[in-house]
T-cell receptor, first 114, second 113 residues
Framework: AQKVTQAQTEISVVEKEDVTLDCVYE???????LFWYKQPPSGELVFLIR??????QNEISGRYSWNFQKSTSSFNFTITASQVVDSAVYFC???????????FGTGTRLKVLA | DTAVSQTPKYLVTQMGNDKSIKCEQN?????MYWYKQDSKKFLKIMFS???????INETVPNRFSPKSPDKAHLNLHINSLELGDSAVYFC????????????FGQGTRLTVV
């Protein structure tokens, strides 16, 4: 079975705090991709990052960083020095070979307070 | 140019009506999808098409009928609308999902009254 779990339903932080969004996935496939998407209040789904199962290097893009650990089946997302504009629902997703679908977690709503 | 465009953005209709949502992508992708997002924000795959062929029908009621006239278009027709069909419907496209991300349309908010 393939599954993505985002246990944090909602997180509130004060501006400039760091925040980590957790993502745990399940799959028996050895080849897969993991993704993060952002859904701001305006409703569109914005792609943030993808990571394949053979690349465990962490990635940093500005204030965003991602930590992929196969040993714990986790792909966590950290926002450093959060800003009000980061307020959104964040989704983690999984795609495996031949399945032609992206399996999404239930999302984490992040509220950044000024 | 919008990569994945779907119309309309908002759709309000009465129970029992039939409605369609159109989707077009100009990215040259082979695979297109319909996802449903419910009021709790849960995103669930409904259909996926690859090269105009239906690949996934995720136990969607047969009142929902997708149609892909060509690789760039995937429309969704819904018959006999029910209150429970109220949701946001997203169209998306990608190359094979194992390798790349999906690009999503802006969503269609369907309200059945």
């Amino acid at each position: 079975a393939q599954k993505v779990t985002q246990a944090q339903t909602e997180i509130s932080v004060v501006e400039k705090e760091d925040v980590t969004l957790d993502c745990v996935y399940e799959t028996r496939d050895t080849t897969y991709y993991l993704f993060w998407y952002k859904q701001p209040p305006s409703g569109e789904l914005v792609f943030l990052i993808r990571r394949n199962s053979f690349d465990e290097q962490n990635e940093i893009s500005g204030r965003y960083s991602w930590n992929f650990q196969k040993s714990t089946s986790s792909f966590n997302f950290t926002i450093t020095a959060s800003q009000v504009v980061d307020s959104a629902v964040y989704f983690c997703a999984l795609a495996t070979s031949g399945t032609y679908k992206y399996i999404f977690g239930t999302g984490t709503r992040l509220k950044v307070l000024a | 140019d919008t990569a994945v465009s779907q119309t309309p953005k908002y759709l309000v209709t009465q129970m029992g009506n039939d409605k369609s949502i159109k989707c077009e992508q100009n990215l040259g992708h082979d695979t297109m999808y319909w996802y449903k997002q419910d009021s709790k924000k849960f995103l669930k795959i409904m259909f996926s098409y690859n090269n105009k062929e239906l690949i996934i029908n995720e136990t969607v009621p047969n009142r929902f009928s997708p149609k892909s006239p060509d690789k760039a278009h995937l429309n969704l027709h819904i018959n006999s609308l029910e209150l429970g069909d109220s949701a946001v419907y997203f169209c998306a496209s990608s190359q094979e999902p194992r390798y790349t991300e999906a690009f999503f349309g802006q969503g269609t908010r369907l309200t059945v009254v």
